[in-house]
C-alpha cells in the first residue's frame, strides 16, 4: 500500500499544477472576493444541477433559469470561472472513469439498489 498512497500523492500534485486546477483556482479566488457574487452562482450552479436531475425537466425550464441568473451569466469572469470549473470536473471524471474500469470489482449489486431508488 505505501507504492500506492505515494503515487497518489503524485497524481494530487500533479492535478494541483494543472493548467486547469491552477485557472479554476485563480477564478474562484476572484469570485470569491467579489461581494454576493459566488453566492448568486452557486444558486445557479443548484438550479441547475436539480434540473438536470429532474426527469420531468424541459428545455424551457433551463431557459427559465438562464433568464432568472442572466446578470452573472454575462459576466465574462464568471462564464471564465464556470468553465474552468467544467474542465477539472471532466479531468476528474476521467481519472474516476479509468480507476474504475481499470480495477474490477462486483459492484452488481447496486443495480438492484438503483432498482430501490436509494
Not at 42 to 65: G, K, M, T, Y
Not at 69 to 97: C, F, G, H, K, T
Request: charged fraction near 35%; proline fraction near 3%.
Amino acid at each position: 500500500m505505501p507504492g500506492i498512497r505515494e503515487k497518489t500523492e503524485e497524481l494530487i500534485d500533479l492535478i494541483k499544477h494543472s493548467k486547469e486546477y491552477r485557472s479554476y483556482n485563480e477564478l474562484r479566488a476572484f469570485i470569491t472576493h467579489e461581494s454576493g457574487l459566488k453566492d448568486r452562482i452557486d444558486s445557479f450552479r443548484r438550479d441547475v444541477l436539480i434540473l438536470q436531475n429532474d426527469p420531468n425537466s424541459d428545455p424551457e425550464s433551463f431557459s427559465r433559469i438562464r433568464k432568472d441568473y442572466e446578470d452573472i451569466l454575462e459576466n465574462p469572469q464568471v462564464m471564465e470561472y464556470l468553465s474552468a470549473e467544467e474542465s477539472v470536473v471532466e479531468m476528474m471524471r476521467e481519472i474516476y472513469e479509468k480507476l474504475g474500469s481499470a480495477v474490477n470489482l462486483d459492484l452488481s449489486f447496486l443495480e438492484e439498489v438503483k432498482e430501490l431508488n436509494i
